[in-house]
């Protein structure tokens, strides 16, 4: 017995070389599928796991993070989450958010549910084609939009994204942020959508809805914004809807003009005074303002009527915001500062973007993008004449990422 086990398991000198052979072979072909990986192209790994808690702590680690598991293959594990609010873990929007990102790659979602602290993400092939969200609550479209216009755009094709809850809502970008600050800013990465504002949504009722159509890309372009240039344009829009009054809209409008003329004394400001009277669901105020500059750069300040509070009073605050984010002389606001990290993250080669105090959205998204891809990001305090004591660069090495079916 011991010597038929002695000859089924002895190797000859041949045999063994012909074994280091195969071996060296089979590692040489995993390396240079390794090396060629791409996104839409899965390889097995172990869960990440990603503390919820840490830093922001709330959503943005979600959406950034479920964005990531979905371009770059990686299955994710997110404990602790939502762990310091009020009311821990997965709210609607979230849960909604999540779902539509895994329903984008494929993949199994699993703590799934409201009041989740927990959830893990397995991703599969990223689809194009239709994706609805509907959180059924006054949660914001634009946070949807935010956790899945990074993956449809390396998927195998267009995508219509039809996203219902709030449009203009509160702790989120108005929809008319999104369409005139943040779409621009992803044009110069190559990052292109259209967005149709189908019927507008407001707190508590919701019940607004967008579609956003997403073409996909190869791969996505550095952008480099460092230079403000100088203002050239000012305008925007105070509304009501629903039952409130139009006196409303243009006590806000007023307000805002009236702050803004303090620091901003020669450029026209033009902010309508608007009714919503079709295409809007439920009665809401708020008001949007924007500044352009001559290089491109676009800025925004904003704010939604509140009960107790008077329209004047919500006017001023949104020129407040505006003006507090061109002092400094960055070329993207506070609110775009964390929303283009993962686009820098992503991009094949060096971004770098000029910009006011670094936020702890900020903060938290270079974590979790360092943590999930290749990209390393670096902050300096900017030093010239044009640059105050909170102007700032973000550089980042982008991953490279590469859309496989393209």
Do not use: W
């Not at 508590?204 to 230079?227: A, F, I, R, S």
């Amino acid at each position: 017995m011991h010597r038929k086990c002695m000859r089924l398991f002895h190797l000859t000198r041949h045999t063994e070389v012909e074994a280091a052979a195969s071996l060296r072979r089979i590692r040489s072909r995993l390396s240079i599928k390794q090396l060629k990986l791409g996104v839409g192209e899965k390889m097995e790994s172990e869960a990440m796991e990603i503390d919820g808690s840490v830093m922001e702590g709330g959503g943005q680690i979600l959406r950034v993070s479920a964005a990531l598991s979905c371009i770059t293959g990686t299955s994710v594990k997110i404990t602790k989450v939502r762990a310091g609010r009020s009311t821990p873990g997965l709210r609607p929007q979230h849960l909604s958010g999540l779902q539509l990102v895994s329903d984008l790659c494929s993949g199994s979602l699993q703590g799934g549910e409201i009041g989740s602290t927990e959830i893990s993400l397995t991703p599969g092939k990223i689809q194009c084609g239709n994706h609805t969200a509907d959180p059924q609550t006054a949660g914001s479209v634009c946070l949807l939009l935010q956790a899945s216009l990074p993956c449809a755009v390396f998927a195998d094709g267009p995508s219509q994204l039809v996203l219902k809850g709030g449009t203009n809502a509160e702790m989120a970008p108005q929809i008319d942020y999104t369409v005139k600050v943040f779409k621009p800013t992803m044009e110069k990465f190559g990052v292109h959508f259209d967005c149709d504002v189908r019927l507008r949504g407001y707190y508590p009722k919701g019940g607004g809805e967008v579609m956003v159509t997403v073409n996909p890309v190869k791969e996505l372009q550095p952008v480099v914004m460092t230079e403000r240039g100088k203002l050239t344009k000012v305008y925007g829009r105070a509304f009501v809807a629903g039952v409130l009054p139009y006196k409303l809209a243009k006590d806000m409008s007023a307000s805002a003009v009236r702050t803004i003329r303090r620091e901003i004394k020669d450029l026209y400001i033009n902010i309508p005074a608007l009714q919503e009277k079709e295409k809007a669901t439920g009665s809401g105020n708020g008001i949007i303002i924007i500044a352009e500059s001559s290089t491109g750069c676009v800025f925004a300040g904003s704010a939604l009527g509140r009960k107790g509070v008077y329209a004047d009073q919500i006017g001023a605050e949104a020129a407040e915001m505006l003006l507090r984010n061109v002092r400094h002389n960055g070329c993207v606001d506070e609110f775009l500062q964390d929303q283009v990290i993962i686009f820098m993250a992503l991009a094949k080669g060096t971004s770098r973007i000029r910009t006011g105090p670094v936020t702890l959205h900020t903060q938290t998204a270079i974590h979790i993008a360092e943590k999930m891809t290749r990209a390393k990001f670096t902050i300096t305090k900017c030093d010239d004449e044009l640059s105050n004591d909170d102007t700032f660069i973000i550089e980042c090495e982008g991953s490279g990422a590469a859309n496989a079916h393209m």
